[in-house]
């Protein structure tokens, strides 16, 4: 961009190229870690080892990929199901609570950020192994032990405690914009206690539920760590599969096919779910 | 047409009726703390049916905690709560069958105008086309029905206060109770829609329980008026009565302007007398209960202004002051004068009489017979 | 009587999620001070050795002193470049700025694998695996977006009469930037740079593809022991951590009532 030529333009348009300009450096490495890294993966997808859709095909034409594929969105859904209904109570709580007690769980919503993910994996290798924490508790409590390490429901209860802050954060942000007096305007109005909470209470805060369910959906599709400590053979995530077809095989076709699907899934998933996340109703305007 | 039996959610009415038998509310000595604050001390109080009653009183005397008692939606430690005679301290909210308008509506912002009005409709599982009908008439009654299909956000205040309205009159409550329903608007609005409500009571028929902190809405309002302080009711009354004869100081000045005249007082024969300012003030009247300090409350047009000695007293009372502030009303003019005890006087004449200049002496003359002899808390 | 039920209920749903939220991260201090090298809980005796380890063993400290170092640069280079982004996309408010908005939020939503594979494509053409820069780049990257959440929250409260105003007082541009509207937007900048520095020093993913014998980054290390063996050293990691934070939040808890005592 020449001097002369902003010159030349008005003040208006010269502070929206100046503004522009401001974003150019953070554009700048996007385009270098995120752009060029997902064009490269979309075209060796199409490109190796012969230009044309082979790996697509061999990716959909695999059982194992397809059972993978399956597990991954399983996974995700379990997880945002559960994420939704253990986050929905505690966000109500934090609405409701008064400053000390808001405070209090707010905090416990946040200590876990506290250490970083690789090491709470760590801390749920000690809670859910053969001899853990957990299987001692059951055991004393009378129960027979079970098995959670390496299965599917010790990588879900593992994935839902992460990605539980995720959940609660946007829920509660909604929940506390709720004007609790709806409530008695409804019982005045004669609606039953049960009613009032899900014609009223319930719709206001979807758009809460649906934002903390599609961050929560959208990091479970795409999560790597957790499955690999936490899960077995049995509970490989398509995540690990990319990794194995790109370092292990140095399969970059296949890898590169695999990315793509995840890709298409987590955006895909973004789309469907952005218009749920709006309300279909207004909230300002009009002389208050 | 015949008046309609008033609507329980289990026995609704089937249309809207044009006149409700009003309902009969009977509070006895209900009692309600938080922790150690007490936000009711024993109130008692009776709404006669069909009666247009205001709550007036400043925040925290306990006016919207009555409400709410009354509405259900707080529990009080004791007392009884009656409504046409049968007892709800233990009806739940939902089953009360009264209509609340809340201070800031309350409008549900994810239904529409004509949604939000059928709500108790359909908790009351009225039929669809009769639902219709009803929420029609009520619309035609605030005049919003070209709005039916707005959402509240997209409403004005003076219109999201009618919604609020209709909505908890369209299952004909034999009880309405309104929380400072026009505390949010401007005061042209709210003058205007004072006279709405009035309107809509009249026709309507069912009780009014009104809630403000404003005594001249409370006074264009109602037929009776429970004054609030601290938890407490000072006097049920009239408007007028309650300006002509408070029984409180604290009513007497929450009510109108007023000025207060102190001083040591003495009781003899049908008079008592009172040393206000160097000056022996006679009262026309008696308490013969009356111990402790007393007071006089005077009404601004109780008072009369005079030349410094222009008046020989005789029957009336004289009291020299001097002129602080003149404020030109129209029709008449409001003064203000500051006794030699520091007392202020509000005195207001007719705009067509003597006029005082601002800093000149005068004397304040009323007669005997004027203004009130109450006991005077604050020693 | 059916409400104080309801809250008894919800009181005790609360505590056992907040005890399911809290549970995990605790769980590692008692491991920390374990004298075996196994998991098992409760662990056995007292010892301080896996603290001694982080310092005694080479992979571990160089690896705590490698992500804090890359952590410091990641922090400086994202909050100087999400700032500015912030600043120019309050200016351009029409769909460019929208568009520009959302593209620096998408490395948020971004699969960790994929985004891992592509960018140890494009290191290995630039021979960027295994180096500061290679870190730097990809950390910044994943911090970019929280630099801008933070910086421009702050800024939609932030009121742009001021700078009008200054610069109606005769400041120029940059004394508005520099006097007026930074010193304001300081603390959305601030945790704009205490969230990168989080991001980067937490990254494990990138970081696997591309890391190399010479430079490994903390999490990396955990990882590679974590498949290795069992080795506490990790817990007396994660408590560290722990207690560093917990200081520098209560610190900071402290310092902002104090402030807002005035």
């Given at each position: 961009m020449s001097e002369p030529k902003v010159r030349e333009m008005t003040p208006e348009a010269r502070r929206k190229v100046r503004a522009f300009l401001m974003t150019v450096p953070a554009l700048a490495v996007l385009a270098l870690v995120l752009l060029a890294p997902l064009v490269i993966v979309v075209a060796?997808?199409?490109?190796?080892?012969?230009?044309?859709?082979?790996?697509?095909?061999?990716?959909?034409?695999?059982?194992?990929?397809?059972?993978?594929?399956?597990?991954?969105?399983?996974?995700?859904?379990?997880?945002?199901?559960?994420?939704?209904?253990?986050?929905?109570?505690?966000?109500?709580?934090?609405?409701?609570?008064?400053?000390?007690?808001?405070?209090?769980?707010?905090?416990?919503?946040?200590?876990?950020?506290?250490?970083?993910?690789?090491?709470?994996?760590?801390?749920?290798?000690?809670?859910?192994?053969?001899?853990?924490?957990?299987?001692?508790?059951?055991?004393?409590?009378?129960?027979?032990?079970?098995?959670?390490?390496?299965?599917?429901?010790?990588?879900?209860?593992?994935?839902?405690?992460?990605?539980?802050?995720?959940?609660?954060?946007?829920?509660?942000?909604?929940?506390?914009?709720?004007?609790?007096?709806?409530?008695?305007?409804?019982?005045?109005?004669?609606?039953?206690?049960?009613?009032?909470?899900?014609?009223?209470?319930?719709?206001?805060?979807?758009?809460?539920?649906?934002?903390?369910?599609?961050?929560?959906?959208?990091?479970?599709?795409?999560?790597?760590?957790?499955?690999?400590?936490?899960?077995?053979?049995?509970?490989?995530l398509l995540s690990t599969l990319i990794q194995q077809q790109v370092l292990s095989l140095l399969n970059w076709g296949h890898g590169g096919a695999m990315g793509v699907v995840l890709l298409a899934a987590t955006f895909g998933g973004l789309l469907i779910a952005a218009p749920l996340m709006r309300r279909r109703y207004p909230v300002t305007g009009g002389e208050r | 047409m015949m008046p309609l039996q008033a609507s329980t959610p289990e026995t609704a009415t089937r249309r809207t009726p044009d006149r409700i038998p009003g309902a009969a509310v009977g509070i006895d000595r209900i009692r309600k703390t938080y922790g150690s604050y007490v936000a009711l001390d024993d109130v008692s109080l009776t709404i006669r049916p069909g009666e247009f009653m205001s709550f007036l009183g400043p925040s925290g005397s306990g006016k919207t905690t009555t409400l709410n008692v009354i509405a259900g939606f707080t529990g009080h430690e004791s007392g009884v709560l009656k409504i046409d005679g049968r007892e709800i301290d233990r009806v739940p909210p939902h089953r009360r069958n009264i209509g609340v308008v809340f201070q800031h509506y309350a409008l549900f912002p994810h239904m529409t105008?004509?949604?939000?009005?059928?709500y108790p409709l359909r908790q009351r599982r009225i039929g669809r086309s009769e639902r219709h009908a009803m929420v029609g008439a009520v619309l035609e009654k605030v005049e919003l029905s070209a709005l039916a299909g707005r959402y509240p956000a997209e409403l004005s205040g003076g219109q999201q206060q009618r919604v609020a309205l209709a909505r908890a009159m369209v299952f004909a409550p034999g009880l309405m109770l309104l929380d400072e329903p026009l505390g949010a608007l401007d005061k042209k609005l709210r003058e205007a829609l004072q006279l709405e409500i009035r309107r809509i009571h009249r026709e309507l028929g069912s009780t009014f329980v009104f809630v403000t902190h404003d005594q001249e809405e409370a006074l264009v309002l109602s037929d009776r008026i429970a004054v609030f302080n601290k938890g407490r009711i000072e006097q049920v009354a009239s408007g007028e009565e309650l300006y002509r004869a408070p029984k409180t100081l604290f009513v007497g000045q929450f009510i109108g302007e007023s000025t207060v005249l102190r001083g040591p007082h003495e009781s003899r024969g049908d008079e008592t007398a009172l040393s206000v300012a160097g000056a022996r003030i006679r009262i026309a009247a008696r308490r013969p209960d009356a111990g402790g300090r007393q007071c006089l409350l005077l009404r601004p047009e109780d008072l009369r202004l005079c030349a410094p000695g222009s008046t020989a007293g005789g029957h009336e009372n004289v009291v020299a002051a001097r002129l602080r502030e003149k404020i030109y009303l129209g029709a008449s003019v409001k003064y203000e004068a500051v006794l030699t005890d520091g007392t202020v006087a509000t005195a207001r004449m007719p705009a067509s009489g003597p006029s005082f200049e601002i800093g000149a002496p005068v004397d304040l003359v009323w007669s005997a017979g004027c203004g009130t002899l109450l006991d005077d808390p604050g020693a | 009587m059916t409400r104080t039920l309801g809250r008894i209920a919800l009181a005790l749903v609360c505590f056992l999620i907040a005890l399911w939220l809290v549970a995990p991260t605790l769980v590692i201090i008692p491991i920390s001070f374990s004298e075996t090298q196994s998991l098992a809980f409760p662990p056995t005796g007292f010892s301080w050795k896996w603290y001694a380890n982080i310092f005694d063993n080479r992979a571990w400290s160089r690896s705590l002193v490698t992500s804090v170092e890359i952590g410091l640069i990641v922090a400086a280079v994202a909050t100087v470049l999400g700032?500015?982004?912030?600043?120019?996309?309050?200016?351009?408010?029409?769909?460019?700025?929208?568009?520009?908005?959302?593209?620096?939020?998408?490395?948020?939503?971004?699969?960790?694998?994929?985004?891992?594979?592509?960018?140890?494509?494009?290191?290995?053409?630039?021979?960027?695996?295994?180096?500061?820069?290679?870190?730097?780049?990809?950390?910044?990257?994943?911090?970019?977006?929280?630099?801008?959440?933070?910086?421009?929250?702050?800024?939609?409260?932030?009121?742009?009469?001021?700078?009008?105003?200054?610069?109606?007082?005769?400041?120029?541009?940059?004394?508005?930037?520099?006097?007026?509207?930074?010193?304001?937007?300081?603390?959305?900048?601030?945790?704009?740079?205490?969230?990168?520095?989080?991001?980067?020093?937490?990254?494990?993913?990138?970081?696997?593809?591309?890391?190399?014998?010479?430079?490994?980054?903390?999490?990396?290390?955990?990882?590679?022991?974590?498949?290795?063996?069992?080795?506490?050293?990790?817990?007396?990691?994660?408590?560290?951590?722990?207690?560093?934070?917990?200081?520098?939040?209560?610190?900071?808890?402290?310092?902002?009532?104090?402030?807002?005592?005035?």
């Open positions: 060796r997808s199409v490109t190796e080892p012969q230009p044309g859709l082979e790996n697509y095909r061999w990716f959909f034409a695999t059982p194992v990929n397809l059972t993978v594929l399956a597990r991954t969105f399983k996974v995700a859904f379990w997880v945002t199901l559960l994420c939704v209904v253990v986050a929905y109570p505690y966000a109500f709580a934090m609405s409701v609570a008064g400053r000390k007690l808001r405070l209090l769980l707010i905090l416990c919503v946040l200590v876990p950020f506290w250490v970083s993910g690789v090491v709470r994996t760590f801390a749920w290798v000690i809670l859910l192994q053969d001899s853990g924490l957990i299987n001692k508790t059951l055991l004393a409590m009378g129960f027979e032990k079970i098995r959670l390490i390496r299965t599917q429901t010790g990588v879900t209860i593992g994935m839902v405690q992460i990605l539980l802050p995720f959940m609660i954060m946007p829920l509660y942000s909604v929940m506390r914009g709720i004007d609790l007096r709806l409530l008695l305007a409804a019982r005045s109005l004669g609606a039953r206690p049960v009613a009032s909470f899900f014609q009223i209470y319930l719709p206001l805060s979807l758009p809460g539920v649906f934002a903390g369910a599609t961050i929560v959906f959208i990091l479970a599709l795409g999560f790597y760590i957790t499955p690999l400590l936490l899960g077995g053979a049995s509970s490989t | 105008v004509a949604e939000n009005i059928a | 700032t500015m982004a912030a600043l120019g996309l309050e200016r351009l408010k029409n769909r460019l700025g929208g568009t520009i908005r959302l593209l620096l939020l998408t490395p948020v939503v971004m699969p960790g694998v994929v985004l891992a594979v592509g960018i140890y494509a494009v290191y290995l053409n630039l021979h960027l695996t295994g180096t500061w820069t290679g870190y730097v780049l990809a950390h910044t990257l994943l911090a970019l977006p929280f630099v801008v959440i933070a910086v421009s929250a702050n800024l939609s409260v932030f009121d742009a009469r001021l700078e009008v105003a200054a610069a109606s007082l005769g400041a120029s541009r940059l004394t508005v930037l520099r006097t007026v509207t930074v010193p304001l937007i300081a603390p959305g900048i601030l945790s704009g740079a205490l969230f990168a520095f989080v991001t980067s020093f937490d990254e494990v993913i990138v970081s696997l593809f591309i890391t190399s014998a010479q430079l490994k980054t903390l999490p990396v290390q955990i990882y590679a022991s974590m498949t290795r063996d069992t080795d506490p050293t990790v817990a007396a990691i994660g408590t560290l951590t722990l207690v560093v934070t917990t200081v520098l939040i209560g610190a900071g808890l402290l310092f902002s009532l104090s402030r807002g005592r005035k």
